[in-house]
């Protein structure tokens, strides 16, 4: 049975909009997919620095809600 895990990667724009990417594992394959505009892309090393990349360069989403 392969299991499945998922998390998420989310930032707010400049306008207060939260942009998610979220990051799927399944084995040692991860598959990033963004909530905002569809995007999607494999990756097998470093998701979550290639999920707020896009972020920040897709919707220059960059303020990080867990920052105080």
């Known amino acids: 049975m392969t299991r499945i895990d998922s998390s998420k990667v989310s930032r707010w724009d400049l306008h207060g909009r939260e942009h998610v990417v979220r990051v799927r594992r399944t084995g040692a394959q991860r598959t990033l997919s963004c909530d905002t505009c569809g995007w999607r892309r494999a990756a097998q090393f470093l998701p979550w620095l290639k999920a707020e990349e896009h972020l920040a360069e897709a919707h220059q989403a960059t303020v ?5």
Do not use: S
């Open 64 to 68: 990080d809600p867990t920052v105080a």
